[in-house]
């Protein structure tokens, strides 16, 4: 009831320091409540917000119009990818089907002029992975080839559902001319697998996209960021049943699924240090959904330096649809303080917008781009 309450009604947002203003620009095209499916991506390109829906179409809009005249403005851009994702399951909006919400878009990034889209891939019939295509970005085409694809996958063969719900697929810049990818274990249980791409966090060479595994033992790694000037990767993901994750990666480790975790679902322990894995930073009980996290800008605010945001989509008994802001020590390897600023609405994606220093939300429930500034 409180969330019905906030999305329907609430543009003033408390939190510690000061309120926050939330504006609602609803979106004019297909809703998640119809599909089922994630409902966008976001990036920046200059002065324009970009934007992936689930089911693969593209748009843009300057973030002048967005936030002076909101659903009027937004232009798509034609693309190509009905030609290179060949899976029916994507491309069904069918939600009564077996696949059809989980087999969506999964992130997006434009990096040095360039787009990248991942997606649940459908490898063989019914066998299925996280992979990715790119383009060279415009705004008239987008001519989409395949990127970073590879045979391992999990089938959903014989099972009554969905073939997972963990395909994970945040793809964030990292040094050395790479990128840093999320792979979900996507109901596997193959985490633990070094041979195995499922259940893992990796860096690809963006020219000849050969890659190396840096984490294993993940489950539903939907948050990523990468802070250049301390050299730390943080990731956010989903547990089972509960036991959502903010994780500090290093490389070579093992964070524990299908082991260890917080949650309920069917791990053997809900301790990871004692049975020789990397105990996240925070989790979460009872479930908060984690989505995407991202480091808050000294320009935002002095009262948030050192923050990280994390934003959720629905959890229970209240825990979701909220932002939940870290204080971080300086070295950012411990939480010093936790706040849960309640939104009232599921949080696919976030962005920072230094131009108009705020934040771009995407909103499910209400099917909108919030704005979110002091």
């Known amino acids: 009831k409180e969330n019905e309450e906030l999305w329907i009604s609430s543009s003033l947002i408390k939190s510690k320091h000061f309120t926050l203003n939330l504006e609602k620009k609803i979106l004019p095209f297909i809703s998640r409540n119809e599909h089922g499916k994630s409902s966008n991506y976001i990036d920046f390109h200059k002065k324009n917000l970009v934007l992936v829906t689930g089911v693969g179409t593209t748009y843009f809009i ?164 990468y802070l250049v000037e301390k050299d730390i990767i943080l990731s956010s993901e989903h547990g089972s049943k509960g036991g959502g994750e903010l994780n500090l990666i290093k490389r070579d480790k093992n964070y524990g699924w299908p082991i260890s975790s917080y949650g309920k679902g069917p791990q053997l322990y809900q301790n990871h240090s004692m049975h020789g894995f990397e105990e996240p930073l925070h989790y979460f009980i009872p479930s908060v959904a984690p989505s995407e996290i991202i480091l808050v800008p000294k320009k935002f605010s002095t009262k948030w330096q050192n923050n990280i945001i994390l934003t959720t989509l629905s959890g229970t ?43 771009v939300l995407v909103l499910e429930n209400s099917n909108s781009i919030g704005l979110l500034y002091k």
């Open 62 to 225: 300057t973030m002048n119009n967005l936030i002076n005249d909101g659903e009027k403005n937004y232009q798509e851009i034609e693309n190509n990818l009905n030609k290179v994702i060949t899976s029916d399951h994507f491309w069904s909006i069918d939600k009564s089907s077996k696949y059809s919400e989980e087999m969506s878009v999964k992130d997006t990034l434009i990096h040095n002029n360039i787009i990248y889209v991942s997606y649940s891939r459908e490898v063989t019939e019914e066998c299925f992975n996280t992979s990715i295509v790119k383009a060279n970005f415009n705004y008239i085409f987008l001519n989409f080839k395949n990127y970073f694809t590879y045979q391992d996958c999990h089938s959903g063969k014989g099972k009554k559902t969905v073939f997972g719900r963990g395909g994970g697929g945040r793809i964030y810049p990292y040094k050395d001319n790479k990128l840093l990818f999320t792979i979900g274990d996507t109901g596997s249980l193959r985490a633990q697998e070094d041979d195995f791409l499922l259940g893992k966090i990796i860096e690809i060479e963006t020219t000849s996209a050969k890659h190396k595994i840096i984490s294993k033992g993940h489950r539903n790694q939907q948050g990523l960021l």
């Open 317 to 359: 008994f209240g825990y979701g649809k909220s932002i939940y802001r870290f204080e971080m020590n300086k070295d950012f390897n411990m939480i010093q303080n936790i706040e849960q600023i309640k939104i009232g609405d599921r949080i696919r994606d976030i962005k920072y917008n230094d131009t108009n220093n705020l934040f």
